[in-house]
Each structure stands twice: as C-alpha cells, then as structure tokens.
C-alpha cells in the first residue's frame, strides 16, 4: 500500500489515499461482501455456463441442460406442455409473463436470468 496522509476538516480526520489503493480497497470489500453471499448459499455459475449464456439464443434450453433437465422434465414442473415449452426454446412463440415465471422456478432461477 502506497502513503497514507491523514488530514482534519472541520475537526473531523480523513485519511487520503492514492487512487490505486482506493480501488484495491474497494476490490477487497466487494471480493469480501461476494465470498459472504456464496457462503450464505447463493448459488455460483460456472464460466461455462455464462459463455454460453451470452452466446446463445435460448437461454431456457442452457439453463435446462445445465440442471439435467429433459424437455419433458421442464414441462411438467412448469405446468405446461413439452410441445409449448419446445416453441418457446425455439424462439417459436415468446412465451406468456406467467409461463415464464413458471419455468424460471423450474430452473431455479430469476425471471430476469431468462429474459435479456
């Protein structure tokens, strides 16, 4: 870590720091606050998965695939029919707001993890 000064305003310290040090600092705690939520159980993924988020065009069939889910396995716990959820993975038909919410609980994700 590079020079620290410390100065008073008002009767009140500060301390001065480099800008480097600042952001290794504010690194640190971010680094700190995620290690937290991963210990408290918030779920990871793998850079795999978001690569191949990012590159595809279906994420439900990604997130599907990378629960070990069949098609037929997704349909039935999202309440709906394997021919409708294939539509929706296909880019065939978008999907109702309430069928989405549906196969986001499914996959146990975020409905925001499944509409970009």
Same mark, same amino acid.
């Given at each position: 870590?590079?020079?620290? @000064?410390? $100065?008073?305003?008002?009767g ?11 952001e /290794? $600092?504010?690194?640190s705690?971010? %680094?700190? *606050?995620?290690?937290? +939520? !991963?210990? *408290? ?5 793998? =850079?795999? #998965?978001?690569?191949?988020?990012m590159?595809? /065009? =279906? +994420?439900? +069939?990604?997130? +599907?695939?990378?629960?070990? $889910?069949?098609?037929?396995?997704? &349909? &039935?716990? %999202?309440?709906?029919? @394997?021919?409708? #959820? =294939? ?6 038909? %978008?999907? =109702?707001? /309430? !069928? ?6 499914? #996959?146990? !994700? /975020? #409905? ?5």
């Amino acid at each position: 870590m590079g020079e620290i @000064q410390k $100065m008073t305003i008002d009767g009140k310290t500060y301390v001065l720091v480099g800008e480097e040090d600042y952001e /290794d $600092m504010m690194d640190s705690l971010e %680094a700190h *606050a995620i290690l937290e +939520r !991963v210990r *408290a159980g918030e779920e990871t993924w793998p =850079s795999e #998965l978001v690569h191949e988020l990012m590159e595809t /065009d =279906s +994420r439900i +069939r990604t997130y +599907r695939k990378y629960r070990g $889910m069949t098609g037929t396995e997704l &349909a &039935a716990a %999202a309440g709906i029919s @394997q021919p409708h #959820l =294939s539509d929706i993975e296909n880019g065939k038909k %978008a999907g =109702s707001v /309430d !069928v989405l919410k549906r196969i986001a609980t499914a #996959l146990r !994700v /975020d #409905l925001d993890d499944l509409v970009v």
